[in-house]
Each structure stands twice: as structure tokens, then as C-alpha cells.
């Protein structure tokens, strides 16, 4: 009697490398099932959204034209909702609120894990798979996690770390295994046309990288106003454009001429004012995080310590882990780290696992 083979839904968002992870599971016996979110195109904005790389009908068409090749059937998910809901609505609060949002993590956790794998179980499917470098892995203390990828430059294990044990349970990314470059070669060597193309490098729903002019155009009467530059002791230096021009450890589009180099050190949204200070004040050696999730690790001791990145590009530095609350993590590095900022995601590695992680405050 023939086993069934396992059904696994593969986001394919018409790029290189869920190109070729759809391809690797189908040679690898899985039953593979090509699928295209559809997320996000900004009225009025059409003619630029065609260009973008995740988010444009261009893309799903590349992704179709791979299922074809490789012989597997493809769909488009429409998903707009929720990733206006999760991911837009998210970054332009977060903006307004003076803080620096990485949508890439709530993507991943509500779009792409969340509203993908639920509707990929409605469907039958046992996994839901994509082009991420990264493994899970089932670690010795019972719990998944996602782990380094064989390529440490196109590691992207920061940016998953809020998936839940049963999403991950449910997840197969074999891109992990490979070289950026091996990827590329199976791509040309099996006629993909996706072979060549660029990886993107920005984020898919604001491809001029114009953050301040995307929340102004979606909360325009909420967008905050002009207001003063400070110094920490509360002398004024000049005006700033509103609080969601500026992020911390900035030092380009300040127009401040001070005779001497000087960055934003702090935003202050309940006074409408950005801080500007000398380059040491912006390292600082601790900071609080909330909003944690633990992945390969249960929870934390007081003490422990864990290689922690505090944002996607940071490498990495050692940090003592404390309790500051049922609800937050305090932080302590063992040297000071440049540019901790508040909003983004402080995710703590054990070895080459993600043990958890949460969002600056």
C-alpha cells in the first residue's frame, strides 16, 4: 500500500529563493502546492507597485510561471486584509508614536504564519513552507526553534522569532540548508528564470524607502507636527519636520549646523521633540524589552546570559538576561551597543537557536 504523500503550501513571493525551496520539496517527495499572497497595493500608487519585488502582480506572475516549470499547482491568496490590519496599521502607529517598527517581523508572524497557516490547514496541507535562510530544528528540552542557516550573510533567523511552537511544528524552510549562491546555480541549472534575479531591499510597501510620506499619507491628520530639536537638557536647537522623520543613532537630514558631528539620541513623543547629543550618547550598555516570546527556551533565569541582536544587521553581543517584570526583560550588555532603539525587536540567541525575543522599549 502507496503512503500518502505530505501536502505542504509553499509561499511563493517570485523570488529566487522560494523559487527553488518549492522545487527542493517537490524533488524531495512532498506533495507541493505553489501559493502568491496577495498583500498590499496603495490606491493611487498603482503603476509604482507593479515594480515592487513581494507585492506586485509582476511577482505573482514570476511565481506562477515557476510552478509551471517545476510542475506544481499555483494559487493567489488574497490576505490584504490582514496585512493592513497586522503589518500597515502596525508601522504607522508605531511611527506616531516615536518609535521605529520592523514590519518584516509582523509579517511573518500574522501574514505569512498566522492567516497562511491557517488557511493552508483549512485546506489539508500538513506543512506551509518558504525561502527563508533559516532551519527548524526540534531542540534536546522538547521545544522547535528556528536555527542559524548554513549562510551566515542571509541569515534571516532575527526576523522569525516570534513563531509559535505549533507554526513551527507545521514549517519546512529547506532554503537553510544552502549557500545564497547554490540556490542561484539550482535555479539556472533547472531553467528558472528567477535564477538572476535581485534579492529586494526594501520594504515591499514603500519601495522609495520614504517612511515619513507613507504614514503621512495614511494617518495625515494624526501625523505628527513640527516640533523642536533638544538637547538632553531641554535647550532648543533648531525645528524637525515631525517625530516620524527620525530614528535613533541618526545623523543625515538633521540641518542642524552645530560645528561638530551630533545624532538623534531620543525621540520624546509626549513633548513632540527629537534629542540630538555628541556620538557616545548614543551607546548606552541596558535597555527594557516587553511584548516577549520564548521559542527555544521556556522561559529565563536571572543571570543567564545569551548572544543578543538588536536589530536585523546588528551581529550579535553578549547580554545578562533579568527579570524586570512578569512582563518585560531588562537587558544588561557586557559592552555598550550603538543605537538601541526602541521599537525594534531584541531577539537573544542560545548557540546558533533563537531563544526568544521582544520589543525594545
Known sequence: METKRKKVVVGMSGGV??????????????EVIGVTMRLWQEKGREAEAEERECCSLSAAEDARRVAEKIGIPFYVMNFAEDFKRSVVDYFVEEYICGRTPNPCIACNRYVKWEALFRRSME???????????????KRENGRYAVAAS?????????????????????TLMPVGEYEKEEIRAIAEKIGL?????????????????DYAGF?????????????????KAGEILGEHKGIAHYTIGQRKGLNLALGKPVFVTEI???????????????????????????MGVPEIKDGMRFRTKIRYAHKGAMA????????????????????????QAAVFYDEDCVAGGGVIL
Open 150 to 170: 548554513k549562510t551566515e550573510k542571509k541569515d534571516q533567523t532575527y526576523a522569525l522569532y516570534q513563531l509559535t511552537q505549533e507554526q513551527l511544528s507545521h
Open 123 to 137: 485546506i489539508g496541507a500538513d506543512y506551509i513552507a518558504t525561502g527563508h535562510y533559516a532551519k527548524v530544528v
Open 17 to 30: 529563493d522560494s523559487s527553488v525551496a518549492a522545487y527542493l520539496l517537490k524533488e524531495q517527495g512532498y
Open 193 to 209: 528564470q528567477t535564477a538572476d534575479k535581485p534579492d529586494s531591499q526594501e520594504i515591499c510597501f514603500i519601495p522609495d524607502h
Open 268 to 294: 520624546r513623543p509626549e513633548t513632540n521633540e527629537v534629542v540630538i547629543g555628541e556620538g557616545e550618547e548614543v551607546f548606552a550598555k541596558e535597555f527594557i524589552a516587553d511584548r516577549i516570546h520564548f
Open 215 to 231: 504614514v503621512l499619507r495614511m494617518a495625515r491628520e494624526r501625523m505628527p507636527k513640527a516640533g523642536n530639536f533638544v538637547t
Open 320 to 343: 545578562s538576561l533579568y527579570q524586570a517584570s512578569q512582563e518585560k526583560i531588562r537587558f544588561v550588555f557586557d559592552e555598550p551597543q550603538r543605537a538601541i532603539t526602541p521599537g
